[in-house]
């Protein structure tokens, strides 16, 4: 992994994303861009030089507080190397983000899963809530208080599709390898599914065939909770990340990616959570 790209909006959940972003560009030797998206809300016209200088003020307003957010909170300033800051002025911050990711070519976004309190909080779950449906990238959640000492262990969700095989392609040679970890596939079958075991058999040798890492272990599990069993047993095995694939369609894991269920996830499991999204191969 090249480079990783951590939204901030200075609240509480962020410090851990920013925090949790540090640890791994150092874990994972990559380039790390700390970017805080504004809006100059003004009825002031875009075009009047009333405006250019009302950007320029914000921009340098920006800069300074991210630059001191930064040290702050790392105890670093960016160096404008291998860590720096970027500020944009966007109305929809989803949507600067995303930008940000293409002009840098971020192939991680990481992001608190809420922001302050009242309005802000609500615009900040929204936005993580957008990006995971939007990304062409991986986008790393990091729920509050999340303290980043280790990753020793992953889990991935499985539904057993076609597109799984590529996520977790692409977290072996991105997070599992570089890190030399193991990496668990686990699969939650209820009693309307129909033949879980065979299923899971059939996975298995698909995975084998594609994905070129021996330190994987494939995980069986039965339960009409899928939630909270897949819960249970990330915090059974202490596992440091779990991710998962975003869907479209109903599937057994889709409910997970709503932003009520991601939030009752990561306040149980107290992990973060890693998205892959389907209509983005």
């Known amino acids: 992994m090249k480079t990783i790209l951590c939204a901030t909006d200075y609240s509480?959940?962020?410090?851990?994303?920013?925090?949790?972003?540090?640890?791994?560009?150092d874990k994972l030797k990559a380039?790390?861009?700390?970017?805080?998206?504004?809006?100059?809300?003004?009825?002031?016209s875009p075009v009047s030089i009333a405006y250019a200088r009302m950007q320029e003020e914000a921009l340098a307003k920006h800069k300074a507080k991210l630059t001191a957010f930064c040290q702050d909170q790392l105890g670093m300033e960016p160096?404008?190397?291998k860590?720096?800051?970027v500020v944009d002025e966007h109305s929809l911050v989803w949507d600067g983000?995303?930008?940000?990711?293409?002009?840098?070519?971020?192939e991680l976004i990481v992001i608190g899963t809420e922001g302050g309190s009242g309005l802000r909080r609500l615009l900040m779950g929204s936005t993580a809530k957008d990006l995971i449906h939007n990304a062409s990238c991986p986008v790393l959640a990091v729920p509050p208080d999340t303290l980043p000492t280790k990753i020793e262990r992953m889990v991935y969700a499985t539904a057993f599709e076609q597109a799984d095989i590529y996520a977790i392609g692409k977290l072996v040679d991105q997070f599992a390898r570089p890190l030399k970890i193991p990496l668990d596939l686990v699969h939650i079958s209820t009693k309307g599914e129909y033949a879980g075991e065979d299923q899971m058999e059939w996975f298995k040798e698909m995975v084998q065939q594609q994905v070129?890492?021996?330190?994987?272990?494939f995980q069986l599990q039965f339960s009409e909770d899928v939630f909270g069993s897949l819960a249970d047993y990330i915090t059974d095995i202490d596992a440091q990340l779990?991710?998962?694939l975003e869907?479209?369609?109903q599937s057994f894991l889709r409910s997970l990616t709503h932003k009520d269920l991601v939030e009752r996830m990561i306040s149980k499991a107290g992990i973060p959570l890693l998205t892959f999204n389907k209509a983005h191969p």
């Open 212 to 217: 070129d890492y021996e330190n994987m272990s």
């Open 247 to 249: 869907r479209e369609e």
């Open 97 to 106: 983000i995303l930008e940000q990711c293409k002009t840098i070519d971020a």
């Open 12 to 25: 509480e959940s962020s410090v851990s994303a920013l925090k949790f972003a540090k640890f791994l560009s």
């Open 83 to 85: 860590f720096r800051i």
């Open 79 to 81: 160096d404008g190397k």
């Open 31 to 44: 380039n790390l861009v700390i970017l805080h998206v504004y809006d100059i809300d003004t009825l002031v």
């Open 242 to 244: 779990v991710a998962m």
